[in-house]
């Protein structure tokens, strides 16, 4: 099982940024296809970037195409949501996740005003 903690997440403008981290720990990170989801309020959770073992390979919703980056870094167990022209249908509470298993971080919030 692996232990993911989410950071970064606030209130912006829209129009703004902001960088969300996931710290992973419990076992190697770097073998693992990680994601990002997020969750509106009433709405279901949905997908928004995921990243390949390497990094090599990244791909993304529709929605955040050309504003939002996912990158990680192996060396620190930390995956990355860099989030560009911030909009308010980008407020939700923003989870990361390691495909293909049950685990999940404990959600942080991102709220864009408009």
């Known amino acids: 099982q692996v232990q993911l903690v989410e950071s970064g997440g606030g209130l912006v403008q829209a129009g703004g940024s902001l960088r969300l981290s996931c710290a992973a720990s419990g076992r190697s990170f770097s073998t693992s296809r990680m994601g990002w989801f997020r969750q509106a309020p009433g709405k279901e959770r949905t997908f928004v970037a995921a990243?390949?073992?390497?990094?090599?390979?990244?791909n993304y919703a529709d929605s955040v195409k050309g504003r939002f980056t996912i990158s990680r870094d192996n060396a620190k167990n930390t995956v990355y949501l860099q989030m560009n022209s911030l909009k308010p249908e980008d407020t939700a509470v923003y989870y990361c996740h390691v495909e293909g298993s049950d685990d999940w971080g404990q959600g942080i919030q991102v709220t864009v005003s408009s």
């Open positions: 990243i390949s073992r390497s990094g090599g390979n990244t």
